[in-house]
């Protein structure tokens, strides 16, 4: 009897993939651990491996399918003689995500009777036999920059799955420091309460198109999949208030197109953007309701004493939202690297999904495609996102005389749950501080 290969657990919150690459057939020969296909889910693309070797029997998926964790997407018959251990280990890796999502009451012990997170790594790894460690495959990337080997990682995850956490704690462990303990949920309802939902809105039965004239049906991609959900979950559970301004950047502007050949010089792309961010970096540390999240549910906000901005890239293939972590700690220069090649990757859709994850603000430019005002959608479970417009030049009143002076609009969406009207405008008015001169940014620490 072949062995079933199922889609694994692809990351926390992550229930289903679509198939856009089949790098094998039915009928061909494979090796433990090599490429089979290729998934795109929660706006990343992740190659699978399939965990051992044989001839293919059965192909069960194809490109466009659409697949929940768990599902057999192929079965691999007469491989190579292996010892029990490698079988009983696969057993465990591939079938731990399909046992989460039908039980998930029973896939992990409560919180108060695991180990903490300092003794397990420094538990002794356990066995993993000589088949595939049970790990995704983001998780794999991970371990393999970092260096480490994961058969000597304690895994935490549903029957011993290794996670992305597991592998920082195990460098950390190494490097000598000590490991934090585990960080509070707060966020999170308890299973004792109902946790908050967004209204279900039936959808409605699309009438028969092709009476008046020739259609066509593709699968949407499951990027667009992804966002749509993001949209309608924001749209439906956060009362969106858009408050917006414009700011005089003239002088930031000179000092942009003065220092942006040193930028380039060293690897980096100074735009407006990178000046924004950096601005809005500073005012989220005068204004914390800005840089938290609601838990209505619990009745609590949940300040975050990180700043980590997410920058929406318009990419080929959707919407992606990169973040630029610790922004209020960094520089220019760094911020600006780190945007041009965060960018370069999501319009190559090379980013790991833990790149686009932890984000407590948004910043979106939709100034370079022209427009003066826009209401964006806030990225959930954040409470507010800034958008910029297009960059023109206006007429100024100066010390009593009509000037032409660079203008940009910036447009806030908030929370109107948690910020009033008031706290908005103070924030942007912030915002536009630090923008109206350069030096005020370089006071931004």
Request: aromatic share 4%; net charge neutral.
């Amino acid at each position: 009897m072949g062995k079933d290969f199922k889609l694994p657990d692809l990351g926390e919150g992550i229930h289903e993939a679509q198939i856009v690459n089949v790098m094998i057939k039915q009928g061909d020969s494979v090796k433990a651990d090599q490429m089979v296909m290729e998934v795109e889910t929660d706006k990343a693309s992740v190659e699978l491996p399939v965990p051992y070797g044989g001839v293919i029997e059965s192909l069960n998926v194809k490109v466009g399918d659409t697949v929940k964790v768990g599902m057999v997407l192929l079965s691999v018959a007469d491989g190579s003689a292996a010892p029990a251990a490698r079988a009983t280990a696969e057993t465990r890796a591939v079938s731990a995500p399909a046992a989460s999502v039908a039980a998930p009451a029973k896939a992990r012990a409560p919180e108060s009777a695991m180990v903490s997170p300092r003794a397990a790594a420094v538990a002794e790894a356990p066995v993993h036999g000589e088949g595939p460690i049970p790990a995704a495959p983001a998780v794999r990337r991970i371990a393999r920059e970092a260096g480490v080997d994961l058969r000597q990682v304690h895994g935490t995850g549903p029957g011993g799955r290794i996670v992305r956490e597991d592998v920082e704690r195990f460098v950390r462990s190494a490097n000598g420091g000590s490991a934090p303990t585990a960080p509070a949920r707060s966020s999170a309802p308890s299973t004792s309460r109902p946790a908050a939902t967004a209204m279900s809105v039936p959808a409605e039965a699309m009438p028969d198109f092709a009476q008046w004239g020739p259609v066509r049906r593709e699968a949407l991609p499951q990027i667009r999949k992804t966002i749509a959900r993001q949209m309608v979950r924001s749209v439906t559970t956060i009362p969106h208030v858009t408050h917006c301004d414009e700011v005089d950047v003239t002088d930031l502007e000179q000092f942009r197109k003065e220092q942006g050949a040193i930028f380039e010089s060293k690897g980096a792309k100074l735009t407006l953007t990178a000046f924004v961010v950096k601005a809005v970096a500073g005012a989220l540390r005068q204004f914390p309701n800005l840089n938290a999240s609601y838990d209505e549910a619990a009745g609590e906000m949940v300040f975050k004493d990180y700043v980590h901005i997410g920058v929406a890239v318009d990419s080929p293939k959707g919407l992606m939202v990169p973040i630029i972590r610790d922004a209020d700690r960094k520089g220019l220069m760094t911020i600006s690297k780190e945007m041009k090649e965060l960018a370069d990757k999501a319009r190559e859709f090379k980013l790991d999904i833990a790149q686009m994850r932890g984000g407590s603000f948004t910043v979106t430019n939709v100034g370079a495609l022209g427009g003066t005002m826009s209401t964006p959608i806030i990225n959930y479970p954040e409470v507010a996102i800034l958008g910029m417009g297009k960059l023109d030049w206006k007429p100024v009143v100066r010390d009593g005389q009509i000037v032409a002076r660079k203008v940009l609009p910036l447009f806030l969406s908030f929370d109107h749950r948690v910020i009033d009207g008031a706290e908005g405008a103070r924030f942007i008015r912030a915002v536009m501080e630090f923008l109206e001169s350069p030096l005020n940014l370089l006071l931004v620490s």
